[in-house]
């Protein structure tokens, strides 16, 4: 069993949005309903911001269905206790997305430039509202391991 630890902000739950969040080191949801194929054998703990431990129960890639294709953000925890889904940047930036903020919007492309989604920003954060930003979110792909 590994044990990570990373720091993550949490906020406010919200089902209908994911959160784009610079200072969480993986991506994660609570939503097992994102997850075709689940690896629940990849289990470990997960530091959040008030300093507490959360079990991470599981991994995989949720795929992201957009009129330009279809999208896959791979390594997403499952993490049952956290309060939303957050995206990171960082791992974002890993797997060759890039990402601007301009004029109060937050736009992720992939490495062709071609546009995943955009996010406005409220309230000092960008959160992906998924009924406006793609057609539908899909279940998933086969898992990647790397930790």
């Given at each position: 069993?590994?044990?990570?630890?990373?720091?993550?902000?949490?906020?406010?739950?919200?089902?209908?949005?994911?959160?784009?969040?610079?200072?969480?080191?993986?991506?994660?949801?609570?939503?097992?309903?994102?997850?075709?194929?689940?690896?629940?054998?990849?289990?470990?703990?997960?530091?959040?911001?008030?300093?507490?431990?959360?079990?991470?129960?599981?991994?995989?890639?949720?795929?992201?269905?957009?009129?330009?294709?279809?999208?896959?953000?791979?390594?997403?925890?499952?993490?049952?206790?956290?309060?939303?889904?957050?995206?990171?940047?960082?791992?974002?930036?890993?797997?060759?997305?890039?990402?601007?903020?301009n004029d109060g919007m937050c736009n992720i492309k992939d490495n062709m430039g071609i546009l995943l989604l955009s996010a406005k920003m409220m309230n000092r954060s960008f959160n992906i509202e998924w009924k406006e930003a793609c057609l539908s979110v899909?279940?998933?792909?086969?898992?990647?391991?790397?930790?």
């Amino acid at each position: 069993m590994a044990t990570l630890e990373h720091m993550c902000n949490t906020t406010e739950l919200n089902n209908s949005s994911w959160l784009i969040d610079s200072s969480c080191t993986n991506h994660m949801t609570a939503d097992l309903s994102l997850f075709k194929d689940l690896d629940k054998s990849c289990m470990s703990k997960l530091r959040i911001a008030n300093e507490k431990y959360v079990k991470v129960e599981g991994k995989g890639a949720i795929e992201v269905e957009k009129i330009s294709g279809t999208k896959t953000l791979k390594n997403m925890l499952y993490v049952p206790k956290i309060n939303q889904t957050l995206v990171s940047v960082g791992q974002l930036l890993e797997s060759g997305y890039s990402l601007s903020f301009n004029d109060g919007m937050c736009n992720i492309k992939d490495n062709m430039g071609i546009l995943l989604l955009s996010a406005k920003m409220m309230n000092r954060s960008f959160n992906i509202e998924w009924k406006e930003a793609c057609l539908s979110v899909n279940t998933c792909v086969y898992i990647d391991y790397v930790l």
